[in-house]
């Protein structure tokens, strides 16, 4: 009853999926279409570069897990409210949080370097940061995190590195060899 899912889809796809998910989970249900951001590759001449992905995120009910003081990130070098905190005009001091700034619904992760210990040569392979703030937002330790479509295992990988038990899925025996080798070097 407290879980939530996560689909994600490039712009071709994403407004026909946001309208199936509205009609299986309910539009009351929806929660964020979160901007996966990201640079690399070639640049377009004949229109803007296309370098998002979509992220839906829905939960079953109104009760859900979300754990904002997880996914924190570090102020900004030039914020001001960073440094010393702001003073609202009826003279009220807000201090910042120490743990960070929340997150908003457009993630700059960049797309794994080619060169990264992290690239295991799957195609699709996701980076682990995206998928780490996903999992520490939307679950706790021993929660079960299951992964339908699992590819290389990435989501597999972090969740058992955050302490949840998890379910991976893929249909290939290309994904399952890759997922097993991931997780022994783990």
Request: hydrophobic share 30%; charged share 25%.
């Amino acid at each position: 009853e407290t879980g939530s899912i996560y689909i994600h889809c490039d712009p071709t796809a994403s407004h026909y999926i946001k309208l199936l998910m509205d009609a299986i989970f309910g539009s009351h249900n929806f929660r964020n279409e979160i901007v996966w951001h990201y640079t690399g590759g070639g640049r377009s001449k004949s229109y803007f570069s296309r370098k998002h992905d979509i992220i839906f995120y829905y939960s079953k009910t109104d009760t859900y897990t979300f754990n904002i003081d997880e996914i924190r990130v570090p102020y900004k070098e030039t914020s001001g409210y960073a440094k010393g905190g702001i003073t609202s005009a009826s003279g009220k001091h807000y201090e910042p949080n120490p743990l960070g700034t929340t997150v908003d619904d457009v993630w700059d992760i960049p797309i794994i370097n080619p060169l990264s210990h992290e690239r295991v040569g799957y195609p699709t392979q996701k980076p682990e940061k995206l998928l780490e703030r996903i999992v520490k937002a939307s679950s706790k330790e021993g929660d079960v995190v299951l992964d339908p479509f699992c590819g290389c295992g990435t989501t597999v990988a972090v969740a058992q590195r955050l302490k949840r038990q998890w379910i991976g899925i893929d249909i290939t025996y290309l994904a399952i060899d890759v997922i097993a080798k991931r997780l022994e070097s783990n």
